[in-house]
C-alpha cells in the first residue's frame, strides 16, 4: 500500500475529526483541496483561524460574539424580563428567525446527554442560576430540543429552578419529536412558542 | 384487502416472477429451499414495506446484483366499491455500499399478518419475543406506538447509562430524575397500548382457539407487569424509587414495560412450561390469527395473512380445522412441504426460482 505524502495525510486525519466527515469524506476533501487556486484555499484557512481568534462566547448569555457583551445582551430594546433557554447558538437564531420572540437568550451550550457523558456540570447552568439572581427575570421559557436529551434537560431545569418562584414554561410539543430546533421551520417554530405551558 | 397482482425482479432466489394469486386461500408447495418463504417474505414487503424475516435489507435483493424491486397492486372493498392501488418498493445498492429502500404508493389501510416458525418463540422462548409480539400488533392497532418505543428505548439507555456511570455519586437522584420522569411517562403509555392490544386479542383467542382445537381446552393471555393494574406514570416513578438501591447496585433499570411479560395459559398451565410442542405451534397461530379482526377494525380493510409452514407437527385433524379457520379470511397464502387436500384454493408450485400453476 502506498501511503500519502505527510502534509496530505495531516489534512485528511485533521478533517476527519469534523462532525459528520469520515475517512472517505476527508480524502475527497483533501484531494478537491488540492486542485483549488491557492488564493482560495487561503482564505479558507484564514477564516478558520480567525473565527477561533476573533469570535468568543458571550459572557452573559454564550453566544457566540465577536463583541462581549453580544449585540443582543447589550440591545437595551430587549425585555430582561423573558429569558429563554436553548441548546446551542443555532437554536438560538432559529429563534431569532421566527421574528416572534422580543426578550433575550441564554445558551446552555449542549444538552444532558448521558451517553456522551454531558451532565448538568458541562453546561451553562450556573452561569444561568447567577443571571436568574439578579432578579430581572420574571418567566424563563425552556426551548431545548424535543429529542429525550433536551427534554430531560428541562426537566432538570424546570425543577431547579423551581425554588425561585418564577414562571417557568416549556415550548409547545408541536415540533416533530425527536428533531431538531434548527431545523424547524419558522412557523412551527413560533406556534410552539406561542403554545408554551407552565412545567414543573 | 388482497395483492391483486406482485411482480418480483431480483429478489432472493428469484430473477424475475410474476403472480397473480386469487382472493381466499393460496397454497405455495414445493420441496425445501425453492422459494416460498422468500416469496412469502417478498409479498409482505410488498404490503408492509419491511421483511418479517429479517431487519437487514441487503439480504433481500438476489446475491450479486446492484437493485432489486417489488411491484404489484393492492385492492380493497369498502362499501361495496373496489379500489387499486399501484405499489412499487426498490431496493438500492449506494456508492457507499449500503442498501436504501424506497417505496412508492403504499396506502396507508395495508397490513400484512406474518406467522413463521419463529412465532413458536412467543409461546415457548423468552420474555423478549412475547413483548416483541404484543409491541407489534400494538404498533398496527395504534400508530403511534413504535414511535413511544423508540423514545422509551432511547431513554432507557441513557438512564441505565448514569446508573453505570454515577452509582456511588451522591448526585445520583438528582442526575436520575430527569430520566425517570420520561420513562415513566412513555413507559405508560407503551404499558397502555399494551394492555389495550391483549384486551383486544384475547376474545378473539378465545374463539380462534375453540375453532381450532375444536372446544375442550381454553387459552388465555393476560399482561404481566410489576405495576399490577396502576395505569398513572407516578406509579412506575414510584416503583423505580423502591427498585433504587437495587438499581444502583446491578447499574440497570429494573422495573417498566421492557421488564414485562405476556401470560399464556392452557387450561390454567403455563404454555411454555407445559404445553406439547403441537400445542405451543397452535397456540402461536392461534395468537396471529387472533390478530385479524382488531387490526381489521383498526384499519378499516382486513390484512393479508402470510402463513409459512403454519400447518406442520399439527396432526391431520387440527390441520382440517385450520384450513377450514383460514376459509374465511379475505386473502391467505399458505407454503408448505406436501400438497393438502383444500378446497377451492389456488395451487401454485414452486420449483427451483419459478411458479407454476398447478
Ligand atoms: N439474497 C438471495 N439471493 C439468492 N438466493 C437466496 C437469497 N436469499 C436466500 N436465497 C436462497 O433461497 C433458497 C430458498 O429459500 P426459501 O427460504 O424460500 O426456501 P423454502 O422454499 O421456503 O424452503 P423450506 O421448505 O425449507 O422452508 C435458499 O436455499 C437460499 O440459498
Ligand atoms: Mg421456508
Ligand atoms: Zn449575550
Redesign the interface.
Known amino acids: 500500500m502506498a501511503y500519502y505524502p505527510e502534509p496530505v495525510a495531516r489534512l485528511i486525519e485533521a478533517l476527519q475529526r469534523l462532525p459528520g466527515v469520515g475517512p472517505?469524506t476527508a480524502q475527497r476533501m483533501t484531494f478537491f483541496l488540492l486542485k483549488r487556486p491557492v488564493e482560495e484555499v487561503r482564505e479558507l484557512a484564514e477564516s478558520l483561524v480567525a473565527v477561533k481568534e476573533r469570535i468568543v462566547y458571550c459572557g452573559t448569555c454564550f453566544n457566540v460574539t465577536d463583541q462581549d457583551p453580544c449585540r443582543l445582551c447589550a440591545d437595551p430594546a430587549r425585555d430582561a424580563r423573558v429569558l429563554c433557554v436553548v441548546e446551542e447558538p443555532n437554536d438560538l437564531l432559529a429563534m431569532e428567525r421566527t421574528g416572534e420572540f422580543r426578550g433575550r437568550y441564554h445558551v446552555l451550550l449542549g444538552a444532558?446527554?448521558?451517553?456522551d457523558?454531558i451532565?448538568?456540570d458541562d453546561l451553562k447552568v450556573r452561569e444561568l442560576l447567577l443571571r436568574l439572581e439578579q432578579g430581572e427575570t420574571a418567566e424563563v421559557i425552556l426551548a431545548t430540543n424535543p429529542?429525550?436529551?433536551g427534554?430531560?434537560?428541562?426537566?432538570?431545569l424546570a425543577?431547579l429552578l423551581r425554588p425561585l418562584g418564577l414562571r417557568v414554561t416549556r415550548i409547545a410539543r408541536g415540533l416533530p419529536?425527536?428533531g431538531d430546533l434548527e431545523y424547524a421551520d419558522q412557523v412551527t417554530l413560533s406556534k410552539a412558542l406561542e403554545g408554551r405551558r407552565e412545567i414543573g | 384487502m388482497r395483492i391483486a397482482w406482485v411482480q418480483l425482479s431480483e429478489v432472493r432466489s428469484y430473477r424475475t416472477l410474476e403472480l397473480h394469486p386469487q382472493a381466499r386461500l393460496n397454497v405455495l408447495v414445493g420441496p425445501n429451499a425453492q422459494g416460498k418463504t422468500n416469496l412469502l417474505e417478498a409479498l409482505g414487503f410488498l404490503v408492509t414495506g419491511r421483511s418479517f424475516r429479517t431487519s437487514r435489507i441487503g439480504e433481500i435483493p438476489r446475491w450479486g446484483v446492484e437493485a432489486a424491486s417489488i411491484t404489484g397492486e393492492l385492492a380493497r372493498r369498502a362499501s361495496g366499491v373496489e379500489s387499486r392501488r399501484s405499489v412499487r418498493r426498490a431496493l438500492l445498492r449506494g456508492g457507499?455500499g449500503i442498501w436504501q429502500a424506497t417505496g412508492e404508493g403504499a396506502p396507508e389501510w395495508a397490513r400484512a399478518i406474518a406467522f413463521g416458525w419463529q412465532d413458536v418463540e412467543i409461546v415457548n422462548g423468552a420474555p423478549g419475543a412475547r413483548r416483541g409480539f404484543i409491541d407489534g400488533i400494538a404498533a398496527r392497532l395504534y400508530p403511534t406506538h413504535a414511535?413511544t418505543l423508540?423514545?422509551y428505548r432511547?431513554?432507557l439507555?441513557?438512564?441505565n447509562?448514569?446508573l453505570q456511570?454515577?452509582r456511588r455519586e451522591p448526585g445520583l437522584d438528582?442526575?436520575l430524575?430527569?430520566?425517570s420522569?420520561?420513562l415513566a411517562t412513555s413507559g405508560m403509555e407503551l404499558i397502555a397500548r399494551r394492555r389495550r392490544a391483549v384486551a383486544a386479542l384475547q376474545t378473539e383467542l378465545a374463539r380462534v382457539w375453540s375453532a381450532l382445537a375444536a372446544g375442550h381446552s381454553k387459552v388465555e393471555i393476560r399482561y404481566r407487569t410489576a405495576l399490577g393494574e396502576a395505569a398513572e406514570p407516578r406509579a412506575l416513578l414510584e416503583a423505580l424509587a423502591r427498585a433504587r438501591h437495587h438499581e444502583a447496585r446491578l447499574g440497570q433499570t429494573l422495573v417498566g414495560p421492557h421488564r414485562d411479560d405476556l401470560a399464556l395459559e392452557i387450561d390454567g398451565a403455563d404454555a411454555r412450561t407445559f404445553g406439547s410442542r403441537g400445542q405451543q405451534r397452535l397456540v402461536a397461530l392461534a395468537l396471529r390469527l387472533a390478530e385479524v379482526l382488531p387490526v381489521t377494525e383498526a384499519a378499516g380493510t382486513a390484512p393479508v395473512l402470510l402463513l409459512d409452514d403454519a400447518l406442520s407437527e399439527l396432526d391431520p385433524r387440527v390441520r382440517e380445522l385450520v384450513l377450514r379457520e383460514l376459509g374465511a379470511a379475505e386473502q391467505v397464502f399458505l407454503t408448505t412441504p406436501e400438497p393438502l387436500g383444500a378446497a377451492g384454493a389456488a395451487v401454485f408450485d414452486v420449483n427451483g426460482g419459478g411458479i407454476f400453476a398447478a
Do not use: C
Not at chain 1, 112 to 115: E, T
Open positions: 472517505k444532558l446527554s448521558p451517553l457523558g451532565g448538568p429529542n429525550v436529551e427534554e430531560a434537560t428541562a426537566l432538570y425543577k419529536v425527536g | 457507499d414511535a423508540v423514545r432511547q431513554v439507555a441513557r438512564r447509562r448514569i456511570a454515577h438528582a442526575r430524575e430527569p430520566w420522569e420520561q
